[in-house]
């Protein structure tokens, strides 16, 4: 079984922190921080033990933001190179990996009334792991200085920092606070999308792919707009963001955005689709079949997805749309597809019994339903 999450925050990382806090600052009281930050610490979960980590390090470093950033900066180990996540690890040399993120926490509460000493400090640290959760109270309290701090950080040497324009810009960051105004209004990071999505690193670009997705949450129009303006002659590298960053409205049928991608045509030709069981245990699986038969004399570009509408507590239904297929069915060409689909309870989805309708979606068009039983 696989190691819980959660303790990727542990006592030997809390110990890293102390040790290496010591070895920067004598003075340093060890002994205080460590009993605060590990009491209870095995019962928490991931972000509270972070927090709590962070509180620790708020209660025991120095009072004066200067040098409390200061040593925090002095403890970190040397920076990431390229995307390589994987070599950031804690040694003799300093902090690195994990034991970063409480650091960035602390920060953001202890700097969060000097705004340019703690994004100097999270500059620092997020070429360690990432500062993309703790410079989000900053952005929120202090924007006219981020704006102009990120600015400049898109044409930084480091791709971590590169990557934190836009992943700590992000309006609606999974496990990071929401940026409502810019969930409002995102056009203050546009500029910086724009000057990233042909970035050489990608681990930038797949950050900014993500950005622009959540902006199509909210603003379907600026990123079909973006797409008018970015796809035509992109490279591989920017189609393939582009792409990804599209994945909702495409899933969505967004009419503008499937036209963008050429895929805003109605399928021509007969679609013959079955689920079966029509009568599933939760737990269990179903599969969809869909023979297709063009009657086109031109191939077609096909997105192919389907959706199913889950029963919720209340009785009512809400619709997941799921991927299916992306090709091209040539002229005339008959093509026979399968896809398994399981109804096993997952951590973001609990499923209750009851109809749960199933409909095919072609280039955005719904081409008929199912219903399928769901039973305890």
């Given amino acids: 079984m696989a190691e819980p999450f959660k303790n990727l925050i542990n006592t030997e990382v809390v110990q890293a922190i102390g040790h290496h806090l010591k070895r920067v600052d004598p003075g340093f009281d060890r002994r205080g921080f460590e009993a605060r930050a590990l009491a209870r610490l095995d019962t928490l979960e991931l972000k509270a033990r972070v927090l709590q980590v962070a509180d620790a390090l708020v209660a025991t470093l120095p009072a004066d933001v200067d040098r409390a950033a200061g040593l925090l900066e002095a403890s970190l180990g040397p920076p990431g190179e390229g995307d390589d996540l994987s070599a950031l690890r804690t040694s003799e040399r300093g902090l690195a990996g994990w034991a970063v993120w409480p650091l ?3 920060i953001a509460r202890l700097a969060i009334d000097a705004p340019e000493r703690g994004l100097a400090a999270l ?22 200085v981020c704006y102009a701090t990120l600015a400049c950080w898109v044409r930084d040497p480091s791709a971590h920092v590169r990557r934190l324009v836009s992943e700590g810009s992000r309006p609606r960051l999974p496990w990071g606070l929401r940026l409502q105004a810019l969930v409002l209004d995102p056009t203050p990071t546009l500029p910086w999308l724009a000057a990233l999505q042909d970035d050489p690193s990608e681990y930038v670009r797949r950050s900014v792919a993500n950005h622009l997705n959540d902006i199509a949450k909210d603003h379907p129009a600026h990123v079909a707009e973006w797409l008018v303006r970015h796809l035509p002659g992109a490279s591989p590298e920017r189609r393939a963001l582009l792409r990804h960053a599209s994945r909702t409205l495409i899933k969505q049928g967004d009419p503008a955005v499937l036209a963008a991608w050429g895929l805003g045509q109605a399928f021509r030709g007969e679609a013959e689709w079955t689920v079966a069981p029509t009568r599933v ?11 297709l038969r063009s009657t086109a004399a031109k191939p077609q570009r096909l997105v192919i997805d389907y959706a199913v509408h889950h029963v919720k507590a209340n009785g009512s239904t809400s619709p997941k749309v799921f991927k299916g297929w992306a090709l091209e069915l040539g002229p005339r060409e008959e093509r026979a597809l399968e896809r398994r689909h399981s109804f096993k309870p997952v951590t973001t989805r609990r499923y209750y019994p009851g109809v749960h309708t199933v409909d095919l979606r072609i280039n955005g068009q719904v081409l008929g339903e199912t219903a399928l039983h769901l039973r305890a």
Avoid at 124 to 144: D, G, K, W
Wanted: aromatic fraction near 6%; charge should be positive.
């Fill in 104 to 106: 960035t926490e602390a």
């Fill in 123 to 144: 500059h620092a640290m997020t070429q360690r792991l990432t500062a993309e959760f703790a410079i989000r109270p900053f952005i929120v309290r202090h924007p006219a």
């Fill in 281 to 291: 245990a939760i737990g269990g699986e179903m599969t969809l079949r869909l023979v």
